[in-house]
């Protein structure tokens, strides 16, 4: 099992530019989410999802979209891409209310 | 809405000693999980141990065991006879059980732990 994987592992973007973070995990996994990591912050939950089709908001939402249609697959899109984007990105999966599997990160850097 | 805390930024200790890194939470919930998370520089995240709150025995994997006191609402990580290896952020994460767990996982802010040769 490859567990969760993320693509790309780091990116540039300049801002206003739109990009989307790919994520998939091979666990069969309902519950996906998205997490940011930013200097001091621990990570803070963006969006999750339960299941296919069904999607909700975490923490810091705003600039992000999310989709699922495929139990296997979590894209996170950025619209517009914004200097205070920059960040650690993680993607995860579990089992509902267990321990949650990271993905290896990628590092987003706005410029 | 839950609340972690880490209270130690940073921490370090000679190889071999024993560690123990604290963490202390704050939710009304009854039902929840607790978990440790270490970061090495690689970045990724891996869990460490993990407690049912409904448990009242002590989680303990291999050199890593937690004091988890439910009342206090005190989760602390105890390592054993510590190796350079461990070296690496520590994270204490929350998850509640009530709606699914669906809001994720709560985390605190971090100890950066150190083993010297």
């Known amino acids: 099992n490859a567990g969760v994987t993320q693509t790309p592992k780091f990116q540039v973007l300049k801002t206003g530019q739109s990009m989307t973070l790919q994520c998939a995990q091979d666990m069969n996994h309902e519950y996906m989410s998205w997490y940011r990591q930013d200097p001091g912050m621990g990570l803070r939950l963006i969006h999750y999802s339960v299941g296919a089709g069904i999607t909700d908001q975490g923490e810091v939402p705003n600039g992000y979209n999310v989709s699922r249609s495929t139990t296997e697959d979590f894209p996170l899109r950025l619209l517009s891409a914004a200097p205070s984007q920059t960040s650690v990105y993680f993607c995860?999966?579990?089992?509902?209310?267990?321990?949650?599997?990271f993905g290896p990160g990628t590092r987003l850097t706005v410029t | 809405a839950q609340t972690v805390t880490q209270s130690q930024p940073e921490m370090s200790v000679q190889e071999a000693e024993t560690v123990t890194l604290s963490c202390t939470y704050d939710t009304s919930e009854n039902n929840y999980y607790l978990f440790w998370y270490k970061q090495p520089p690689s970045r990724q995240m891996i869990l460490v141990i993990r407690?049912?709150?409904?448990?009242?025995q002590n989680a303990t994997e291999n050199r890593f065991s937690v004091n988890f006191q439910k009342a206090a609402k005190s989760f602390s990580l105890k390592i054993s006879d510590s190796q350079l290896g461990d070296t690496a952020m520590y994270f204490c994460?929350?998850?509640?059980?009530?709606?699914?767990?669906?809001?994720?996982?709560?985390f605190g802010k971090g100890t950066h732990l150190i083993i010297q040769p």
């Open positions: 994460a929350f998850r509640r059980t009530s709606g699914g767990g669906a809001d994720g996982l709560t």
């Open positions: 995860a999966s579990s089992r509902v209310e267990h321990e949650q599997y």
């Open positions: 407690q049912e709150a409904y448990k009242q």
